[in-house]
């Protein structure tokens, strides 16, 4: 699988001949390889872009049209659901279950585009206050779209960006993450095979420092939209307000999942709100932008609650993603493995208690000791000082702070630089839309935790980003607005008397 770079409708490899190897999280070891893309392939993709963007059908092809191809996609997505979540299985560690649902998800995203832009009228009439005006607003793509994916979910991500890029009428060069650019590579191959006019999409497979870099700073590349690290999102942040381009930035969170007494005040309530909180830690050890890595517990439940959610925490089934029975796949490289641990380190040095996990598990059949596996941990009697509290860890760890009144919650659960996702549980309903009212999060969840919706906008508040992917907003950020005013009866004006 080494020819991963399209760029003016042909698959090659680098223009460097190099190449890199990806690895299987589960044994560390590679499976299969894929070209090392540089600057000069960037280049040669933003080329490839800008030219059918400029003289290229796709521009001023018909909205409909247009939605019937993100259509198309969607069916072939269907068709190909279990190669498709076993490649995001082997490439990113998940499980293939997982990987099914991403598919889905993703065909839901194409779907969901085709028909926003399709509803969408001929343009926004603007009332003038007068017959002998006509003025309407209407929407034109950007132009030439540079999508920056990150390795936790790279199929779907690639599709929150995609879909919409390619609704508006707009160009694109994708970088997927080099440690997971393999769903891409194929979701590449399905937009060709739809029928996407050639030149419309191009992918660059290399490392961020230098292809996505080169993306973000290119003078022909109209937008960027990145999604990752706070580190690296700042950089591209730097580079692409240099050609002042229009910026889309999904960064991560801290995200806070906070349990009031009175969800558990009943078996089945208890019982929900701990199977939830696991969820929300560790679906996909713990990989996830938004996953509620801190659980913020009212004091009077918090040891019942605690002990219960230790020991699920510690039966949670690890290994390979692609065989049956495993309830949680590896991290994905062994410096996400690293710093999981370093983590957990400093908490347990800053005071934590460590209540389930903390370590490596067994090496078994299904967990090769290469494999890059770390237990679901739970950490009790943190506090806000502590660096796991505050920073993205982003592996199978939950920290544990209580509180005593809802002021409180509300205080503990916005007291970060980030903003991304939470959750409230809680029976009284008033108290729920209060505290929802309060979270300053970009979404919100009320005795729930991950669901999502493409026609619901995603982003976050502060340091998690900035602009929305999905919902109507999603496909504002690949657009430009334009306000077309007509006289119907001009006349002259008599402003200068001579």
Known sequence: ??????????????????VRDVLDPADGQPFTAVSEGGVEDADAAVASARSAFDSGAWPRTPVAERAALLRRVADLL???????????????????SEGRIDVDCVADAFRYFAD????????????AGTDTVHSVVVHEPVGVCALITPW????????????????????????????????????????TEAGLPTGVANIVTGPGHTVGARLAE??????VSFTGGLTSGTKVAQAAAAGVKKTALELGGKNPNVVFADAC?????????????????FIHSGQVCSAGGRLIIEESVRERFVAELSRRAGRIRLGRGTQDGVECGPLVSLQQLQRTEEYVASALAEGAVLRSGGARPVPSESRPATGYFYEPTVLDRCHRRMRVVREEVFGPVLTVETFRTEEEAVLLANDTEFGLAGAVWTADAGRARRVAGLMRHGTVWINDFHPYLPQAEWGGFGKS?????????????YRESKHIYQNLAPAPVRWFSG
């Open 218 to 223: 290119h003078p022909d590349v109209d937008l």
């Open 1 to 18: 699988m080494q020819r991963t770079i399209y760029t003016d409708g042909t698959w090659r490899s680098a223009l460097t001949g190099e």
């Open 116 to 127: 926003l832009v399709i509803g969408e009228g001929a343009g926004r009439v603007v009332d």
């Open 465 to 477: 980003g900035i602009g929305r992917e999905l919902g109507p907003a999603g496909l504002a950020e």
């Open 78 to 96: 269907i068709r190909d659901r279990e190669e498709l979540g076993l490649l995001e299985s082997r490439d990113a560690g998940k499980t293939v």
């Open 265 to 281: 005040a009943t078996p089945e309530g208890f019982d929900t709100a701990v199977d939830q909180a696991l969820n929300a830690a």
């Open 152 to 191: 936790n979910y790279p199929l779907l991500q690639a599709s929150w960006k995609i879909a919409p890029a390619l609704a508006a009428g707009n160009t694109f060069v994708i970088k997927p993450s080099e440690l997971t650019p393999l769903t891409t590579v194929a979701l590449i191959g399905l937009l």
